[in-house]
């Protein structure tokens, strides 16, 4: 979310991929874990094809965990991880990775919050060097974070207050959809607390949160498990760990009601729905089945939605899903599987959500045919395998699912439980998850329409017979 110009195993402290039995046509990627006294994990996943590395370091600590009266203020802090520090001012670590060909970026999602780079092999200690410095201190000063609000909020300006729709399948859905504030607050934040964050809440975040001990680091590409394991004891291993507050529960139970809600949007030319249903928690023998669902249902020209709504009734205009803000694998806590759309004027969004209802009740009725459950899965699996061909992709959703997970491993696992998912595995999670009572449902309309709706609504209703008033 940051606005930028942007198989070698050591006994006893690493991880086997050989507890995994992965079908024989896999791709298995070499998992390597180890972890620092000082409590930083080290992930290695050793490629030789390519001359270069990615790197990245997660921080278990995102808008979920982020303090109250300061939403926003995990991103904002995000934003401060790149103005410098006492032994590396602003600038240096932008023009360290990219002056040798490489990129760097970082985000910030409900449960953590992750800094990623890609360079020439030859760069990776200078990178490692910079991501320890800053795990260690940084620049703390009025100026940068004065600076830093500015420009978060002009992010908020650019992709939200002056975007049509304003990513409210998101940010409006999760305020509609989940009761506790550490699942419902908006994590962009409001203005008046990201002004209102003070050097005080910059050091307290950083001492809490980012400590070695709160963290993933993860290297793939041209580098051994032995070398990727040295460097990072040489450049992160005499970082002491620091307490961490202990999380909250965040758990939520299934709504039990549905939630209807009508929004005006001042830039939009046509109306949306965003339906969004609560979804299993992260290791459910459900969570599987919920994301093949998902790409039944939209993933594509293909999916079941797509094919329905847009092409068939022709009353969407086009049709995706998401899992709040991350992928159907990387949550902590209760997240959401929302399904947008935009539709057309002439219809409703009673009508979009009723023939959503019915294109689900044949596959609750009836199940999915082996060829249609097939494709899907073929082309989740793709798609996963596409992703990890990066390096930069691969250290990430390594970093990421250790941090989730406690396991890099899951990403061998993953498209064994895609494999696995039965007809039968999706009708249970229809019937449980995908129930009216479980939705909730944002219609947004453009200010104009909405207004003459209104309008409409309000005009008396004259009953009287023809030629009784004159």
Known sequence: ?????????????????????????????????????????????????????????????????????????????????????????????????????????????????NYIETAPVSALEPILWL???????????????KNQQDV????????????????????????????????????????????NANLDDVRAFHRDYYGPNNAVLAIAGDISPQQGFALAEKYFGKIPARPTPKP???????????????????LAQV?????????????????????????????????????????????ALNVDTLFGLTSPWEYNGPTLLTVFALYKPNSSADALLKAMDEEVAKIAEKGVDDATLKRVKTRMIADWNNKLESFINRADTLAKLQTLWGDANVVNKIPGWIEGVSSADIQRVIRTYLVPTN???????????????????????????AGATK
């Open 1 to 113: 979310m940051r606005m930028r110009h942007l198989p070698v195993l050591l006994a006893g402290i690493t991880l086997s991929v050989s507890a995994f039995a992965a079908p024989k046509d896999q791709w298995t990627l070499p998992v390597n874990v180890k972890k620092l006294d000082n409590g930083l994990t080290v992930v290695v996943s050793e490629d030789r094809t390519s001359p270069t590395v990615g790197v990245s370091v997660v921080y278990h600590v995102g808008m979920r965990l982020e303090p109250r009266n300061r939403t926003g203020f995990a991103h904002l802090f995000e934003h401060l991880m790149f103005q410098g520090t006492p032994n590396a001012p602003k600038g240096v670590f932008d023009t360290t990775i990219t002056a040798g060909g490489g990129r760097n970026n970082g985000s910030t999602r409900p449960d953590f919050t």
């Open 131 to 145: 991501e320890a410095d800053r795990m260690k201190t940084l620049d703390f000063n009025e100026k940068t974070l």
């Open 152 to 195: 978060v909020k002009e992010e908020i300006r650019v992709n939200v207050k002056n975007q049509p729709y304003g990513g409210f399948m998101w940010i409006d859905i999760s305020q509609q959809a989940f009761q506790k504030w550490e699942n419902n607050h908006d994590g962009y934040g409001s203005f008046e607390d990201l002004e």
């Open 248 to 266: 909250g529960d965040f758990s939520e139970p299934l709504n039990t009601a549905e939630k209807r809600v009508v929004q005006s949007d001042a």
């Open 271 to 315: 109306p949306a729905i965003a339906a969004a249903w609560k979804v299993p928690e992260r290791g459910s023998r459900d969570q599987a089945p919920m994301a093949v669902l998902a790409e039944l249902l939209a993933g594509g020209d293909a999916s079941v939605f797509y094919q329905g709504l847009v092409k068939g009734r022709e009353i």
């Open 439 to 465: 939705r909730t449902v944002i219609d947004r309309k453009p200010a104009a329409m909405l207004a003459a709706e209104n309008k409409a609504s309000a005009a008396p209703t004259n009953n009287a017979p």
